[in-house]
């Protein structure tokens, strides 16, 4: 999501129902130092794709998938995330089951991948490695889904947080009134049971109404049950765009990273664990001509280092994939390039630059 800094007359852009907040063009980067780490591949650029959040799944034959929702051409990429290739796409522009109308975040958890779709207002679940449709949620009350973070609570019983980035006005550009940003983020519970029956249970919207800390723009969320933690992106650069704290059940910690931390929009939440209870985030920050990649502290969420890649910009989405792959032997962060490529950092490379915790790739 990209928002412009100034409120000027734009187009809008998808469904003329449910319009994305302002758009602009990345801003570009101001008093940024940060060391260069070439990526280890960068796919062919599609530019028309829209490309936008990242998930990735080891395959039962041992590759790893790398999935990318393409929002503009309404359809899921799926690269080797071990070369970046282009293995297949999946969908296509419809609101039946399987098809997709703007998909934007994407998460998955064992065998299940679940797409949030803006235009047509739901989460979508489906079925790996087939892509088979086995649900659909959040409707009537999602408005403008965009993003998601899918932890499990219990076997085959899921938690699903989705943030809701509804606007106002007739052009769809305005700030919502305060005091219904308290339905920023909505809770589901989701439940796959043997034999494919599945239920899904709403468990309340979450958001701040304080003037001061209130989510005005969200799409990047992601979250760490160790620490009771989820990280709530607001894009909104007319105000504080920064990443704000909350507990699992929805309640605001009162901590949000610095104002400045971020130059353009916070993008790409993922938690990088290295032990039960330590590691890093990471974070986007949305600039050109690079995307710096910001890492903070696990516990305290303390500066830990960033850097940018030698060509990837404008970043929307990231995935952290820890676990080794046959490239990666400790595991590759990969990221979304200027909404056009995706690209893969070896964990490796990131954590000799930073001087990060040994532990991360061992």
């Known amino acids: 999501m990209r928002i412009a800094l100034l409120i000027t007359a734009a187009l809008l852009a998808g469904c003329a129902t449910t319009p994305p907040p302002p758009h602009a063009t990345p801003v570009a980067a101001r ?59 999946v969908g296509t522009h419809g609101r039946l089951p399987g098809q997709f109308d703007r998909p934007n975040g994407i998460a998955v958890h064992g065998d299940l991948v679940f797409v949030a779709e803006r235009d047509s ?76 029956t599945s239920k899904v249970t709403a468990l309340g919207t979450y958001g701040s109404t304080d003037p001061e800390t209130a989510l005005r723009i969200v799409e990047s969320i992601a979250g760490d049950p160790a620490h009771d933690r989820v990280l709530v992106a607001d894009e909104d650069l007319r105000h504080r765009a920064t990443l704000h704290a909350y507990t699992l059940d929805g309640r605001y910690t009162g901590r949000a990273l610095p104002a400045g931390t971020f130059n353009a929009e916070p993008e790409g939440v993922a938690l990088w664990s290295c032990s039960i209870d330590g590691g890093y985030w990471v974070a ?37 994939h820890a676990s080794p792959t046959a490239r990666f032997p400790a595991g590759a962060l990969f990221a979304v390039d200027d909404d056009a490529a995706v690209v893969a950092f070896d964990l490796r490379d990131i954590a000799t630059a930073l001087r990060l915790d040994p532990d991360c790739t061992h």
């Open 121 to 196: 207002r739901r989460v979508q679940v489906l079925e790996l490695p087939t892509f088979r449709s086995i649900a659909a949620f959040g409707m009537p009350e999602l408005r403008s889904p965009y993003g998601l973070w899918v932890h499990e609570t219990a076997p085959d019983t899921y938690e699903v947080h989705v943030t809701d980035s509804f606007m106002d006005g007739p052009d769809f550009q305005q700030i919502p009134d305060i005091a219904t940003l308290d339905q920023r983020v909505r809770r589901y519970r989701f439940e796959h049971h043997a034999g494919g």
């Open 31 to 89: 008093n940024v130092d940060a060391p260069v780490i070439a990526e280890a591949w960068h796919s062919p650029s599609q530019p028309d794709d829209g490309l936008d959040s990242l998930a990735t799944w080891p395959a039962p034959d041992g590759a790893t998938w790398l999935i990318a929702t393409a929002k503009r051409a309404h359809q899921l990429r799926v690269f080797d995330a071990d070369t970046g290739a282009a293995l297949r796409s």
């Open 284 to 320: 986007a920050d949305q600039l050109r001509p690079r995307t710096v990649f910001r890492l903070f502290a696990r516990d305290d969420l303390s500066p830990a280092g960033s850097f940018s890649g030698a060509r990837t910009a404008a970043t929307d989405g990231v995935a952290l």
